[in-house]
T-cell receptor, first 114, second 116 residues
Framework: NAGVTQTPKFRILKIGQSMTLQCTQD?????MYWYRQDPGMGLKLIYY???????DKGEVPNGYNVSRSTTEDFPLRLELAAPSQTSVYFC?????????????FGPGTRLTVL | AQKITQTQPGMFVQEKEAVTLDCTYD???????LFWYKQPSSGEMIFLIY??????QNATEGRYSLNFQKARKSANLVISASQLGDSAMYFC?????????????FGPGTRLSVLP
């Protein structure tokens, strides 16, 4: 199993540009998450999904959109990039709504908006 | 509301010594899981150890152990025989079965530096 994969690993955007961060997991996990991590800080939840076709906002959803058309994929869309969106973005997944299930993280995407 | 507190922004430990990283949590749920993750300078998040709220024994995974004190709502990570490779950020996290049960709550992290 590849686990959770994210592309790209690095990206530089200009203000106002848009992009999609890709996330794929091959563990058949129902729950998927997008976090952002600002320098020296913890993780903040952007969006999450409990299954294909079902998504919901987390703590910091403004400026982002998500979709979940398949169990495997959970892309994060940035519209009109702003410098405040400079961060490292992590995708994660967990099998089910069982409190014992840990999250599996992707390697992260480092995004810089100039 | 669910909350994780890590009061130590940074910690130093001498190589081969043991170190305890503090974590306290707040939840009204009876069923919950507590997790510790390591984030080295390379940036990936690595799962270390898990403790369930009903587990009577403290969890152990190699050099990692979790000092679980349920009445005090604390879940401290103990690393024995520290190694230089243990230098990293460490995050405590919690998951519950309530309405918030689909999500994990993370603490702000503790940066551990192991000195040679």
């Amino acid at each position: 199993n590849a686990g959770v994969t994210q592309t790209p690993k690095f990206r530089i955007l200009k203000i106002g540009q848009s992009m999609t961060l890709q996330c794929t997991q091959d563990m058949n996990h129902n729950y998927m998450y997008w976090y952002r991590q600002d320098p020296g800080m913890g993780l903040k939840l952007i969006y999450y999904s409990v299954g294909a076709g079902i998504t919901d906002k987390g703590e910091v959803p403004n400026g982002y959109n998500v979709s979940r058309s398949t169990t495997e994929d959970f892309p994060l869309r940035l519209e009109l990039a702003a410098p405040s969106q400079t961060s490292v973005y992590f995708c994660a997944s967990t099998r089910d709504r069982v409190y014992a299930d840990t999250q599996y993280f992707g390697p992260g995407t480092r995004l810089t908006v100039l | 509301a669910q909350k994780i507190t890590q009061t130590q922004p940074g910690m130093f430990v001498q190589e081969k010594e043991a170190v305890t990283l503090d974590c306290t949590y707040d939840t009204s749920d009876q069923s919950y899981g507590l997790f510790w993750y390591k984030q080295p300078s390379s940036g990936e998040m690595i799962f270390l150890i898990y403790q369930g709220s009903y587990d009577e024994q403290n969890a152990t995974e190699g050099r990692y152990s979790l000092n679980f004190q349920k009445a005090r709502k604390s879940a401290n990570l103990v690393i024995s025989a520290s190694q230089l490779g243990d230098s990293a950020m460490y995050f405590c996290a919690m998951r519950t079965l309530g309405d918030y049960g689909q999500n994990f709550v993370f603490g702000p992290g503790t940066r551990l530096s192991v000195l040679p």
